[in-house]
């Protein structure tokens, strides 16, 4: 059985998106430096996330006019999507809709993944209820040097040092990257 890994950008004051729900600042930020194939993780089947970042993805980078550009970023991961709304799929694209508990939808989740890890792409409070569910086992952040006024927290949980053991802190170009796993 995979890992469930919350892997996000944040700004270095702790937000996701903007105030407008925009991720514009994150692509400002010079990217040299980088890795080659990002710092985004690696062994993930099942792409997970809340229908705020569903919609940002399909309008950012137009992925329904351009369903084919759906495989470029997502390949054919099936990717779960929280939501009660009906919501537009590209063409293509193995999205599915779920809705209800964290805990109650584990087993589908973890039969989709099969030995692979979860990749729970945001928001920060979908990432919280995996955390409340104790099901998240790793937190990857990507920090870029931006602090934002406002807009969509991080994580929004009070989570105690106790439960969070740094795995490693590196630097790339303008980015710091902070993996922890998550203390049962």
């Not at 550009?69 to 990717?79: C, D, H, I, S, V």
Request: glycine share 12%; proline share 6%; hydrophobic share 45%.
């Amino acid at each position: 059985m995979g890992r469930i890994i919350f892997d996000t950008a944040t700004s270095m004051n702790g937000w996701i998106a903007d105030e407008a729900g925009s991720l514009d600042w994150l692509f400002a930020v010079d990217h040299d430096g980088l890795p080659e194939g990002g710092l985004l993780p690696k062994g993930v089947t099942v792409l997970v996330e809340g229908s705020t970042t569903y919609e940002w993805a399909l309008r950012a980078e137009a992925l329904l006019e351009h369903p084919e550009k759906w495989q470029l970023f997502y390949g054919q991961k099936p990717t779960f999507v929280f939501t009660r709304r009906s919501l537009p799929v590209p063409a293509g694209a193995d999205v599915r809709f779920v809705s209800g508990p964290v805990a109650e939808l584990l087993p589908r989740l973890r039969a989709a993944a099969g030995d692979g890890d979860i990749w729970v792409m945001g928001g920060g409070d979908l990432a919280g209820q995996f955390f409340d569910a104790g099901a998240l086992d790793g937190i990857g952040l990507t920090v870029a040097p931006v602090a934002l006024t406002g807009g969509a927290p991080l994580l929004p949980r009070r989570i105690e040092a106790d439960r969070l053991r740094l795995v490693s802190a590196h630097a790339h170009g303008q980015f710091a990257r902070l993996v922890y796993d998550v203390v049962r």
